[in-house]
């Protein structure tokens, strides 16, 4: 089955500083979401990737899928205590037909002032 | 505001008790999904359904059960044969599938004691 690894687990920055996470699948990846999460609290939909070699943009957070499609990184530029939460990438597990996801265990960004 | 509503956001039950947990969503969205999230374990899928009427059993349904006869609700039944209920219940919703983005709403907690 497929199974969605994320690296890495926990993370802590400065302010200002760059950060990257990445999402790695042994399979094909259709309809690849990042997500951000508060502890407790519901999934903010970031971004969704559905092509080899697309990569998005929003504000200062910038999302790519790899050629392959087999694996995918969030970039944050300039951090700030705002981007603190938990990332979490996921995947269509039937090949981009269902919306049944599959998610890699999160990543806790902590970003210090 | 349009979004997915759950409630209660926090709710405690003695084991053996079933209990039913409620999802809304005013976004006019055919597909709905219930999750369940546990530390270090991500999401997993609990229901899905693509259709008023109509609804499939995820990786982990046993124990619980659905219903959808509108198309804005998905409520979801934790039942005492579920072993493990004590977790945190997120619902989300798409307008289709296939590549439509999953929104979600911002999760229920269950303690059972």
Known sequence: SQELEQSPQSLIVQEGKNLTINCTSSKTLYGLYWYKQKYGEGLIFLMMLQKGGEEKSHEKITAKLDEKKQQSSLHITASQPSHAGIYLCGADKMGGATNKLIFGTGTLLAVQP | ?113
Not at chain 2, 15 to 36: F, I, K, P
Not at chain 2, 54 to 69: H, L, N, P, T
């Open chain 2, 1 to 113: 505001d349009g979004g997915i509503t759950q409630s209660p956001k926090y709710l405690f039950r003695k084991e053996g008790q079933n209990v039913t947990l409620s999802c809304e969503q005013n976004l006019n969205h055919d597909a709905m999904y219930w999750y369940r999230q546990d530390p270090g374990q991500g999401l997993r899928l609990i229901y899905y359904s693509q259709i008023v009427n109509d609804f499939q059993k995820g990786d982990i349904a046993e124990g619980y059960s659905v219903s959808r006869e509108k198309k804005e609700s998905f409520p979801l039944t934790v039942t005492s044969a579920q072993k493990n209920p004590t977790a945190f219940y997120l619902c989300a919703s798409s307008r289709g599938v296939g590549g439509n983005t999953i929104y979600f709403g911002e999760g229920s907690w269950l303690t059972v004691v």
